[in-house]
């Protein structure tokens, strides 16, 4: 067992930690104030690489490891989460999932666009009644010629208003449609579809400077090469976009509580009561230490996953592990900040209350805290079990 990073990891973790410093933490307080999304940051992100960061190189890809795609996340998310959301939807949910299940032909038309930011993707899986219950989607593909036609809506769809292209999950409607199971397919749809709209979300608690919305198919017809997978394999696919979307979230999440310690060491040494720094206090001592704890046995279940998907280990249960572990703690970590912080802590002059916003979210997508309690509960029961995968993510080193 082998548990030291390699000098491509350590480079690539500095190189998003500079990228961020530079290109995501000025300006940031003010967009989260107002609300406003940076269009820009997202090119800036492709030209980078790190939308590519795990891409083989064949398609325009940085050829890196999947363990350096939660280094990035970490790192990005580190300064803020909205940087790390574009990672989970465009190269965690919509990128890798293409390169799980797209044919050779669909892999060569979209992933070099997508490795470079060119395109920006996302991910549309969620409807106002269909959340943690995800098989009870309403959004129907028709069966029409040598295409589909999709109607209905998606909601809280990170990138609504800028991706050019979505994940599509929805029902197959005309002869399946009403027999007892429901058959599901996936479909990459483009904006520039005709009845194809979108809305942005307003009144957010937290990832203000992130862009949510909703997107309206009305009519929509996409090809049949559109489709990820066959018909009826819908489901999994979103479920295998979701083992890729959680880690990106398990390993922003880790993110979040090194953000709350850089905060709270200085702090803490900084500030002074009764002549002494507040960090010799033992209950201020004992909060920063739970951070620690959070920071380090996060990483260890976000290199475990990495690991597991570099040499093609189905990872369900270690992902959703990781992901109900690292949200959990980031939201504990941000919470005891604030404590740390006292009364300045409740207002945006330090970023402690945006690190508490913030990681509410994920404590809820992605899977819900109590969603992700239950399936590990049913896989140590016995009630939950995988089954080998149809298709499976190329394990690194890429051929
Ligand atoms: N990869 C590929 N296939 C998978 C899979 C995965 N990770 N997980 C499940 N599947 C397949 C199963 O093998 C099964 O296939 P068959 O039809 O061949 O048997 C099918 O998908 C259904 O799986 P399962 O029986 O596990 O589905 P459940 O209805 O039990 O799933 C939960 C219930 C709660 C796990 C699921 O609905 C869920 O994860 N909900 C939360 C959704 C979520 O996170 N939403 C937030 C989106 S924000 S982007």
């Known amino acids: ?47 980078a690489g790190f939308l590519g960061v795990c891409v083989p190189a064949k398609y325009g890809g940085m050829d890196a490891d999947y363990i350096s795609l939660g280094i990035v996340c970490e790192e990005l998310e580190r300064a803020d989460t909205s940087a790390r959301v574009v990672m989970s939807v465009h190269t965690g949910l919509h990128t890798m999932t293409l390169m799980q299940w797209g044919t050779e032909e669909q892999k060569a038309r979209w992933l070099p ?9 996302g991910f549309a899986l969620t409807e106002p009644n269909a959340g943690s219950d995800a098989a009870n989607i309403r959004t129907t593909a028709i069966r029409d010629g040598d295409g589909y036609v999709l109607n209905g809506s998606k909601t809280w769809i990170s990138l609504a208003n800028f991706a050019d292209q979505f994940l599509v999950i929805a029902r197959l409607a005309g ?3 009403d027999s007892k199971r429901p058959r599901y397919a996936a479909f990459i749809v483009d904006r520039t579809l005709r009845g194809f709209s979108s809305k942005a979300i307003h009144g957010k608690l937290g990832v203000r400077a992130g862009d949510t919305g909703e997107i309206f198919f009305d009519n929509v017809r996409v090809g049949e090469d559109c489709m990820l997978g066959e018909e009826g394999d819908g489901f999994r696919v979103a479920m295998s976009a979701l083992d890729h979307g959680r880690f990106t979230v398990a390993s922003g999440s880790v993110g979040i509580i090194v953000a709350c310690l850089d905060a709270c060491t200085k702090y803490a040494n900084e500030r002074t009561v009764g002549g ?11 909060m920063i230490a739970s951070m620690v704890q959070g920071r380090d046995i996060g990483r260890l279940l976000y ?5 597991m998907k570099n040499v093609g280990l189905r990872h369900t249960r270690e992902v959703s592990l990781a992901k109900w572990t690292n949200c959990a703690a980031a939201f504990d970590a941000a919470n005891k900040a604030i404590e740390i912080h006292g009364a300045y802590g409740y207002a945006d002059e330090f970023p402690v209350e945006r690190y508490f ?5 994920a404590v809820i997508y992605e899977g819900t805290h109590e969603i992700h309690t239950i399936v590990q509960a049913e896989y140590e029961l016995g009630m939950r079990a995988d089954k080998p995968l149809k298709h499976t993510l190329p394990t690194w080193p890429f051929s």
């Open 303 to 307: 290199y475990q996953v990495g690991w």
């Open 357 to 361: 916003r913030n990681s509410r979210g």
């Open 276 to 286: 002494k720094p507040i960090g010799t206090k033992q209950l201020v001592q004992q």
């Open 1 to 47: 067992m082998d548990f030291s990073l390699s000098t491509e990891h350590n480079q690539i973790r500095e190189a998003a930690h500079k990228f961020a410093q530079s290109e995501i933490v000025p300006g940031l307080r003010e967009r989260d104030r107002e609300a406003r999304s940076d269009r820009g940051m997202l090119d800036k992100m492709g030209a």
């Open 175 to 177: 002869g399946s449609e």
């Open 113 to 121: 666009d997508l490795a470079t930011g060119k395109k920006i993707a």
